[in-house]
């Protein structure tokens, strides 16, 4: 079990930074990989960033060169810094936690609402 919370949320000027905060508690050995995702109404939910167990990571082309995903082992927290945010960065922004083993599944967190005015 794995078991994620997220914060950070807020409403911000366009061009102003943000940075989301998730805690991983349970089972943290068996992640594989974690994921920000985000979903403004009428959208799919669309994968923003990711990083790895060897700490590589990824990004929507949307978002990159503006966002960093990172993590802190020692406090099982993973971190999405968001600069130069834009209107269309607009959305709940959800925490993802992939395991491998003892079972693959996801986890999630409970979505932490981004508002960028312009």
């Known amino acids: 079990q794995v078991q994620l919370v997220e914060s950070g949320g807020g409403l911000v000027q366009a061009g102003g930074s943000l940075r989301l905060p998730c805690a991983a508690s349970g089972s943290t050995f068996s992640i594989n990989s974690m994921n920000w995702y985000r979903q403004a109404p009428a959208k799919e939910r669309e994968l923003v960033a990711t990083?790895?167990?060897?700490?590589?990571?990824n990004y929507a082309d949307s978002v990159k060169g503006r966002f960093t995903i990172s993590r802190d082992n020692a406090k099982n927290t993973v971190y999405l810094q968001m600069n130069s945010l834009k209107p269309e960065d607009t959305a709940v922004y959800y925490c993802?936690?992939?395991?491998?083993?003892?079972?693959?599944?996801?986890?999630w967190g409970q979505g932490t609402l981004v508002t960028v005015s312009s």
């Open positions: 990083i790895t167990r060897g700490a590589n990571t």
């Open positions: 993802n936690a992939r395991t491998v083993t003892p079972r693959a599944e996801e986890s």
